[in-house]
């Protein structure tokens, strides 16, 4: 499968170098007696120190807290810097996805996957946008969490009162939590995040940035190029987000890719002979049975427990849809998902459950979600909120939701399987606001620096069709299309893809042509389930194969390997997760089975925090097998392993 980026081992790194980043927000505080620094230019050095691993200086500035007012409250934000390895031609910096992420708690495992020809060429750049991390964080992970309120178009007049009011409430909850005022919800908008950067940019004193933007930050970088057209060398936008498309629109075409990524991956598994041996019979009609099913009533099943023993639960339609939404962004995750669906259609829940709580990030075997942080949901509302207008002059919230939900038919929305990434962003419609409604960054007009577009035709977060658009507007850009691919291109190891913009980077050309259809292709394998008796294990390799699966899914890439992760196995025993000072992650088995009387022990390592090469030393029933590079050796029922 493609190399993902390693980000586990960079939030352990952390938190041993330096202690968690993130703390609850909070705004200065005003003291009787006391004067708050005011600043209308910002750039004053507050803080410099060694960070993200020790291969980044992170550089705290001054900057207004509102750029386009004559002075403003003191803010401070603060950018992670790279040197070049050699002598550097520019500077490369790195706007991340969310909006809500911090740029510099991922920056170690994105330098990790970047080819040595950047990171010879270039200072690289990343950064904790205003309200994340080191710079102003807004938080209100208790008010999210009790806020949990849905609606969708049945809901009639009274439902559609109490949701606005219920919105409203959480607005002004989590400003309180965060610790800002909701006057100053403006301040967080990306317009102005944006002119931190260029605070920065004169304070590094570079001439023009190379800017590079993965999903939410590919929004971010076009609006720090509408605002600083003589400032940018080069732009790449990666899973890109078309500013000019209204928000509603957005919103009914991502649900709908979202719905026809997952009609592909259950179609899929019925084209590849692995999935359809597993499978009941057509993976759509048996996940639309599942569904009605569990809408209906949820299915009771036995968790297996960390401490042995087992716990009594309910799988929810709920939890199916989590499971399908959070899966359909990366090829193998879909394939995983097709694997949970048919393990669940064959009666065990346990897989479904466990992406489902993986995907929501919560705890595997207390449900409880664990705050991420690297990422900030508050944030996310809070720049979404302010960069759209979801409430046009004239009209109300309130008038909005009716708009909203009554459009839903319209927009092609109320009947797909996964309708609710369409309702995603209606707290905004209650959301504070400034005076005048956000406009969207002006398009580029015929722009002097080169625009490499990155996208794939199954990207539901961001889908194909804004590039084209953006594409459209620009015709001297490049568009790049990876079929099947996934949201975000850059740093997966697709040949196609990373030839573009390494040839951006390095010679600052675009493609030949200004479109250009990429059908790289890993070729995925699909998994089978575990054997129902110990008799299905026929062959040495396929059993470590299944071993490795198991080991390594959804609960294992959810784990921030801050402390060792239990994992109860379905058919007894345990899988003990911990990973050392170098990144290397020991799994310890303890009887651990997937196969009734199948109990597997031993020990399992993974390199590069959890996402490098496996070696497994392994006892069955039937078997004692050491695996490394590939190779099995070994006894299987008695014979040498060759």
């Keep these: 499968m493609p190399s993902p980026r390693p980000r586990r081992a960079a939030v352990l790194l952390v938190a041993l170098l330096g202690g968690p980043l993130v703390l609850a927000g909070c705004a200065p505080e005003l003291v009787d007696g006391t004067i708050e620094p005011f600043t209308s230019t910002g750039g004053e050095v507050v803080a410099e120190e060694s960070c993200a691993g020790g291969e980044f200086d992170c550089v705290t500035l001054t900057v207004p807290s509102d750029h386009f007012a004559p002075a403003s409250r003191e803010w401070e934000v603060t950018f992670a810097v790279r040197p070049a390895d050699d002598e550097a031609r520019g500077v490369l910096v790195t706007a991340t996805g969310g909006p809500g992420s911090s740029g510099i708690m991922l920056a170690e495992s994105y330098v990790a996957a970047m080819d040595p020809a950047i990171t010879d060429s270039y200072d690289l750049v990343f950064f904790d946008q205003r309200g994340i991390g080191r710079s102003e964080p807004f938080r209100c992970d208790d008010a999210l969490v009790q806020f949990d309120t849905v609606i969708d178009p049945s809901a009639d007049e009274g439902d559609r009162d109490r949701y606005a009011r219920l919105a409203g409430g959480f607005a002004e909850d989590c400003f309180e939590e965060a610790g800002f005022f909701p006057s100053e919800a403006p301040l967080l908008a990306t317009r102005q995040a944006v002119e931190d950067l260029e605070v920065f940019r004169e304070w590094y004193g570079a001439d023009a940035l190379t800017l590079y933007g993965e999903s939410y930050g590919t929004q971010f970088q076009q609006a720090y190029a509408a605002a600083h057209p003589d400032r940018v060398a080069s732009l790449v936008l990666d899973g890109v987000v078309d500013p000019q498309t209204p928000i509603r629109s957005f919103a009914a075409e991502s649900a709908r890719a979202y719905s026809d990524v ?121 720049v979404e909120c302010q960069d759209f207008p979801f409430v046009p002059d004239g009209s109300s919230p309130r008038a909005e939701l009716d708009v909203w939900l009554d459009g839903a038919t319209a927009a092609g929305v109320e009947d797909l ?226």
């Excluded at 009605?292 to 023993?309: D, I, K, V």
């Excluded at 239990?566 to 058919?571: A, F, Q, R, T």
């Design 417 to 642: 399987r996964l309708d609710d990434l369409y309702y995603a962003d209606l707290p905004c419609l209650f959301w504070p606001r400034g005076d005048e409604p956000a406009a969207p960054p002006p398009p580029p007009v015929d722009p002097s620096y080169p625009v490499l577009l990155l996208t794939a035709d199954t990207d539901p977060n961001t889908p194909a069709a804004n590039a084209v658009r953006v594409h459209d507007r620009d015709p001297d850009s490049a568009l790049v299309v990876l079929t099947g691919g996934p949201h975000v291109l850059f740093g997966w190891g697709y040949p196609c893809v990373d030839r573009a913009v390494l040839r951006l980077l390095d010679s600052g050309r675009l493609p030949v042509r200004p479109e250009t259809t990429c059908d790289d292709d890993f070729g995925l394998p699909y998994e089978p389930l575990p054997p129902e008796s110990e008799d299905g294990y026929e062959d040495p390799y396929e059993t470590v194969a299944l071993i490795t699966a198991e080991l390594l899914g959804p609960s294992f890439e959810a784990w921030p390997a801050l402390e060792p992760l239990v994992l109860g196995c379905p058919e007894g025993g345990t899988a003990e997760y911990a990973m050392d000072f170098a990144g290397t992650v020991t799994i310890e088995l303890d009887a651990c089975a997937w196969t009734p009387d199948v109990p597997v022990d031993g020990t399992v390592e993974v390199g590069d925090g959890g996402y490098g090469e496996t070696t497994m030393t392994v006892q069955l029933p039937f078997a004692m097998l050491e695996a490394e590079d590939g190779e099995v050796d070994g006894l299987f029922r008695g014979r040498p392993v060759s």
């Design 262 to 382: 997952l009609a592909l991956t259950l179609s899929g598994c019925d084209a590849e002979p692995l999935c359809a041996d597993d499978a009941p019979g057509r993976s759509v009609a048996a996940y639309d049975e599942l569904a009605l099913e569990l809408a209906e009533t949820p299915r009771e099943y036995s968790y297996p427990l960390p401490g042995g023993g087992t716990e009594e639960r309910e799988l929810t339609v709920e939890e199916l849809e989590a499971a399908a939404a959070g899966s359909m962004s990366v090829p193998h995750h879909r394939l995983r998902f097709a694997r949970a669906v048919n393990a669940a259609v064959e009666g065990d829940a346990i897989p479904l459950a466990r992406l489902a709580a993986a995907n929501t990030g919560a705890d595997p075997n207390t449900g409880e979600v664990v705050p991420d942080p690297s990422f900030s949901p508050a944030l996310f509302l809070a």
